[in-house]
């Protein structure tokens, strides 16, 4: 089976990829990667330089692989950051609320939506802080 892309949709798919790896093989310990996802990412890294993205990826003649180069490992650390910031918070508010906190924002949907503003506020707030 062959699949085309174009530059763009290329450039996406590094960044999937770039990201799944790192949701699936960045807790584990060396033993325990996934290989066959790793492999993957590696061979379609090995197509940058076809769809001239070598700005994202690059070939290491040391380990004989292609990885993401520093500005693109920089720019989706940042993105995958992001996410972790937003699952940080959501998952805080989720605990408190399941622990009864906020049972006073739980009367009605307004008092409710409020305390969402004040997390967002705490999170802007915080995040320099706590990140």
């Known amino acids: 089976m062959k699949i085309d892309f174009s530059r763009e949709q290329y450039?996406?798919?590094?960044?999937?990829?770039?990201?799944?790896n790192i949701l699936m093989n960045s807790f584990r310990e060396k033993e325990e990667i996934n290989?066959?996802?790793?492999?993957l990412e590696y061979y379609v890294y090995s197509f940058?330089?076809?769809f001239n993205c070598e700005t994202?990826?690059?070939y290491d003649n040391e380990f004989k692989e292609?990885?993401?180069?520093?500005?693109?490992?920089?720019?989706m650390?940042?993105?995958?950051?992001?996410?972790?910031?937003?699952?940080?918070?959501?998952?805080?508010l989720t605990e408190i609320t399941?622990?009864?906190?906020?049972?006073?924002?739980?009367?009605?949907?307004d008092n409710f939506n409020k305390a969402l503003k004040?997390?967002?506020?705490?999170?802007?707030?915080?995040?320099?802080?706590l990140f």
């Open 56 to 58: 994202f990826i690059e």
């Open 77 to 92: 650390r940042k993105k995958i950051s992001d996410y972790e910031n937003y699952v940080f918070w959501t998952k805080l």
């Open 35 to 39: 290989k066959e996802y790793e492999e």
């Open 11 to 20: 450039r996406a798919l590094i960044k999937l990829i770039y990201a799944g």
């Open 66 to 75: 292609h990885f993401p180069t520093p500005q693109f490992d920089g720019y």
């Open 118 to 129: 004040v997390m967002c506020k705490l999170e802007k707030e915080n995040s320099k802080i």
């Open 48 to 50: 940058a330089k076809q």
């Open 98 to 109: 399941d622990m009864g906190i906020t049972k006073e924002f739980n009367k009605d949907i």
